[in-house]
């Protein structure tokens, strides 16, 4: 009798064994006879990642140095796209375009970069290079507020100004751009609202000094001056936080405690910070210069420093991202 019924359970195994097999093996076909818009789909987004992969390594190719068209020949035979070069700001932006078909918006690859300096950034004593980086930025930061572009439009107003308070978030006072003529300008951004903004965005220029005090959060701030330029944290109510910043004096900059940006900083004269440079929150790869001085801030002094692209030389990158 047990013989006879381990036999039976024996039995009733295999039907349900075969059963398995034959679930699994329409599965699979249904999974290998996709429907053509799925196949479509999936064919179009192995193309896209691989114009991503395309753009990238011929961004990688001109940073190490490989001539146009080196990677066409043998053996690798690969048609990588070409290589823009422009500036945002004081940084070298390299794109690379995405291939996109009729309809589609045209995508790009950006990498920002700067000039690597060696360990003591010896190629800042040069007088000459440092004038060559003092007046490609001032040029280049006075085209960015002077010719700005819409919504955004450029006021220009005469004598003194003192601008107080902050923007509410999502107002369009979050972006502004001002020249102020035969005057000075402060930012007393301690005024009112209980909030910074998410998105303040300021371009500032002034035949005079501009003073920019408080706590309030930046996305961008470009201040342009032939006067002084100071920034300085409140003590009570909060830092000053900058994303992105660019400042210009034909003077000299002063930044004191309660300020936090990544950006650069250039002046004619001197670029101070009244209570040390440590009490100021530099990121990289923030770049700070005085035109008529070879000395970096004791405090600042870092083991690898990218300068501005305005002068020849190895391009490093920073920043990658795809518009």
């Keep these: 009798m047990v013989s006879d019924f381990c036999m039976s359970r024996r039995g009733a195994v295999l039907p349900l064994v075969l059963g398995i097999l034959l679930a699994v093996t329409l599965l699979l076909t249904s999974l290998l006879q996709m429907p053509g818009g799925v196949r479509r789909v999936a064919k179009h987004r192995a193309q896209k990642q691989q114009q991503i992969y395309d753009a990238e390594s011929a961004l990688i190719a001109y940073l190490e140095g490989f001539p146009e068209g080196y990677f066409r020949g043998e053996p690798w035979n690969m048609n990588l796209p070409k290589v823009e070069r422009s500036r945002l700001g004081p940084w070298a932006d390299l794109s690379a375009n995405l291939s996109a078909p009729p309809g589609e918006a045209l995508q790009h690859i950006h990498v920002l970069a700067g000039v690597a300096c060696d360990c003591g950034c010896n190629m800042l004593k040069s007088h000459k290079l440092r004038r060559e980086i003092y007046e490609g930025f001032r040029q280049q930061l006075n ?65 005079g000094s501009i003073d920019v005090r408080g706590s309030a959060d930046f996305d961008t701030l ?38 936090e940006f990544a950006g ?48 020849p030389g190895d391009l490093k990158p920073f920043e990658w991202s795809l518009k």
């Design 222 to 259: 470009r201040l342009y001056a032939r006067g002084p330029i100071h920034l300085r944290g409140s003590l009570l109510r909060g830092s000053i936080k900058i994303r992105w910043l660019e400042a210009f004096s034909e003077d000299r900059i002063e930044i004191s405690r309660g300020v």
């Design 264 to 311: 650069v900083a250039i002046a004619r004269h001197e670029i101070a910070f009244p209570n040390g440079a440590r009490k100021v929150g530099v990121r990289y790869p923030s770049f700070v210069m005085a035109a008529e001085s070879a000395n970096l801030p004791l405090e600042l002094d870092q083991d690898s420093v990218l300068v501005p692209d305005f002068i």
């Design 143 to 207: 085209r960015e507020i002077t010719m700005v572009r819409p919504p955004l439009a450029l006021e220009i107003k005469s004598g003194n100004r003192r601008l107080m308070g902050r923007a509410s978030a999502g107002s369009s006072a979050n972006f502004q751009a001002l020249w102020v003529q035969e005057g000075d300008l402060l930012l007393d951004l301690d005024g009112y609202g209980n909030s910074a903004p998410q998105a303040f965005s300021g371009r500032y220029m002034a035949d």
